[in-house]
């Protein structure tokens, strides 16, 4: 008795690690088969609710990705609110130090300047893109610089008459515009931001290069400039996208 178990045990475990082949009419074998297809079935199920899982989870990031661009597109919309309120800060602040600059307060106790002076002229044209009027600043400017080539409030103009071009999105006449300031104006309190708007520009007519070049220029040569700052962001934003 003892060697005829001894002996289905020894076969039992042959069919089940497959050492060896068994008549079908063999019940172990049957037995064994029939383990087998039941594992194989487990496998398969458990197969499947990874795959489920899997699928869930892709469902999950797809909504997430979803919300996120969502959110993005409010901080955008944000965004785009606050550079409008910057913007009309930083035009009225400059439309103050002009003022002070030349002429708001009388140098040496002269008399201030008459109408249709230089200072009269830019006060005017600034006005006009303070207003957001810009195609009346726009040629209040190109008149201001055709009327006034000695003035030293020329750099201002063409940086402003530039800059009206750039929120018209009109580029390339902003670039040349920027250019002239960089270019004949070097030493202006107007050089830094017009590199800066250059880089901008460039970048906003994906010409990579151009946009990097005038970008680490007023990284280079303005460090301690606020446009320095904006320029670097707007550099590791490019690196970032992979331009």
């Known amino acids: 008795m003892k060697k005829k178990l001894a002996g289905i045990l020894l076969v ?17 074998a049957v037995r064994v088969r029939d383990l087998e297809q039941r594992l194989a079935n487990i496998e398969r199920i458990l197969q499947n609710q990874s795959l489920v899982q899997l699928m869930g989870r892709i469902e999950e990031l797809q909504n997430e990705v979803r919300l996120l ?7 955008r919309y944000d965004m785009d609110g606050v550079s409008q309120r910057q913007r009309d800060i930083y035009l009225d602040l400059d439309q103050r130090l002009q003022a002070l600059e030349n002429g708001g307060a ?33 040629r209040a400017f190109e008149a201001f610089i ?32 920027f250019r002239i300031v ?46 320095a700052k904006l320029a670097a962001e707007r550099l590791e934003r490019m690196r970032r996208e992979g331009r």
């Open 12 to 28: 039992a475990t042959a069919l089940a690690l497959g050492g060896c082949a068994v008549r079908d009419d063999d019940p172990y």
């Open 69 to 75: 661009r969502g959110e993005a597109e409010t901080l």
């Open 106 to 138: 009388p140098r040496g106790g002269g008399a201030p300047a008459a109408s249709g002076s230089d200072r009269d002229d830019y006060q005017a044209a600034f006005g006009l893109l303070r207003e957001s009027r810009y195609d009346e600043a726009r």
């Open 146 to 177: 055709e009327k006034h080539p000695q003035s030293s409030l020329l750099p201002n103009a063409w940086y402003w008459l530039g800059e009206v071009n750039y929120v018209n999105k009109a580029f390339q006449p902003a670039i040349e515009q």
């Open 182 to 227: 960089v270019d004949r104006f070097p030493q202006s309190n107007k050089a830094a931001d017009a590199w800066l708007k250059l880089g901008y520009c460039h970048y906003e007519l994906g010409q990579w290069a151009k946009a990097r070049e005038a970008l680490t220029s007023v990284v280079d040569r303005f460090p301690d400039h606020s446009a």
